[in-house]
């Protein structure tokens, strides 16, 4: 045991690296295949055959093609960009502006690896038969007004991704649509807007906690190599959602002198109208202003403006947001409470739910963000946030939230709170120059290992 402890002292070893990675690797293999012997033997359950990966192919005929010749240069194209962005970075002290260019292009290298239609059109218009997307539903609005005013009426009948969202999913695409009319562009442009948003959010909030501009210029690189990041950002609304709820955080947390509780209000709304899954904001901030800040003047301010807004759209569309939401949930569970109707799946899907969004944030992080966790440190206040918002979230999928499995796309809003103790740790053992590299790189080298070896289609 003491051995053990020995060789995990330090994350970025070669033997902690390779130790790490190869039990990671048949954890994952081994559960793998024990879901899938209970489903076919024992049990009949929701068991995707990728379990714990629920909307994924192998690059492998028949289902799906191998990498061609020109998607693995473009992958080496992508390397090269990758390798000039650390030699660039680590000289400009990972200065923002830099670091949302080159992630940017990054995003957009990886998944082109796919290729232009896997990559940019499939995600947006669907393909073949599965053409239920936002953008699917958008093409078939003709009022606007109309639309909004009886969106509670028109939920049931919308596609699959609509139905459980409120109008703010198929409006975006609806107005994207009118504006790029390729699918393609309206898949670059989310890209773009939410690697900005989220980037600049992320290291806005590390840079008021740590007061070290080139720290968190580093951690927000590193938030934006992760594969979930650089795998849905280009392909899922659930990029917007996310940077938007980072956006409340971010102001809410350190508002400006003179705007206040303007921000986090702003970003709530848009990301409400967008998402239910922004109530996870809720019971978050609530905690830490009642646990850190001791008080709650905030929270019931941003609380009160959203309410405002809301009621101001009734009066002037008749939309019902508390009607939309119930309508969202009955569609979700159209049975009714999965652990009553399907006991079984719902415990799968948990499961499920949980392990992905940790084989997106990766072994060698997972293992840093656990180490901080446990350590003894001062920045006690901090870590709070990330035990609410796993306290959260563990409570929503308890309630059956994302029923499918697929937390790295919808949850993606967690992985902000994930880096908290990944923040302590590294703060508290400062890696080298040679050490940051070789992190950054296990994080994006994961990234193309995963979009060359498979599809992550929705």
Known sequence: M?????????????????????VFVIILVVLNQLVRYLCLNVIAFDCPQNWPLSMFMFRVPPRFYYPNAKHLIIAAAT???????????????????????????????????????????????????????????????????????????????????????????????????????????ISIF???????????????????????????????????????VQIYFASSIDSIIAACMLGVLSFFIHPTRRYGVFWPLLFLVLSSIISFGVL??????????????????????????????????????????????????????????????????????????????????????SLIMLKGLIENSSQRRHKILTWLALSTLAVMLLMGVYRTGETARAALFIYPYLFIPIAVYLKSHPLSQHERDLLASLVFGQTLAMQLMGNFFW
Do not use: C
């Not at 003491?2 to 190869?22: F, H």
């Not at 680590?90 to 082109?112: A, D, Q, R």
């Not at 508390?322 to 079984?344: M, Q």
């Open 2 to 22: 003491k051995k053990l402890q020995g060789l995990l002292t330090n994350p970025l070893s070669t033997k902690t690296i390779v130790l790490t990675t190869i």
């Open 79 to 185: 390397i090269a960009v990758f390798v000039v962005t650390l030699v660039v970075l680590s000289k400009m002290k990972y200065k923002l502006f830099p670091i949302i260019v080159f992630s940017t292009i990054l995003v957009l290298g990886s998944n082109l690896t796919q290729g232009w239609q896997w990559a940019f059109i499939t995600p947006t218009a669907g393909v073949g038969i599965y053409r239920n997307e936002y953008y699917n539903d958008a093409t078939a609005i003709t009022n606007v007004s109309d639309f909004i005013s009886d969106y509670v009426d028109l939920q049931p009948e919308l596609l699959t991704h609509s139905r459980t969202h409120p109008p703010g999913a198929v409006l975006i695409y609806y107005y994207l649509a009118k504006i790029f009319g390729d699918p393609a562009y």
């Open 190 to 228: 989310l890209a773009v807007i939410s690697v900005l948003i989220f980037g600049y959010a992320f290291w806005r909030w590390m840079n008021h906690e740590t007061e070290d501009e080139g720290f968190s210029g580093y951690l927000t690189l590193l938030l934006l190599l992760l594969p979930a």
């Open 280 to 365: 996870f904001l809720v019971p978050v901030l609530l905690g830490y202003e009642y646990l850190v800040e001791k008080r709650a003047v905030r929270i019931i301010q941003v609380l009160i403006g959203t309410f405002v807004a809301y009621l101001l759209l009734f009066f002037t569309t008749g939309f019902n947001y508390i009607d939309s939401f119930i309508v969202a949930t009955k569609l979700e569970n159209p049975l009714g409470p999965r652990f009553l109707v399907e006991p079984v799946s719902y415990f799968a899907t948990r499961i499920e739910g949980s392990i992905e969004i940790f084989v997106f944030l990766g072994p060698i992080l």
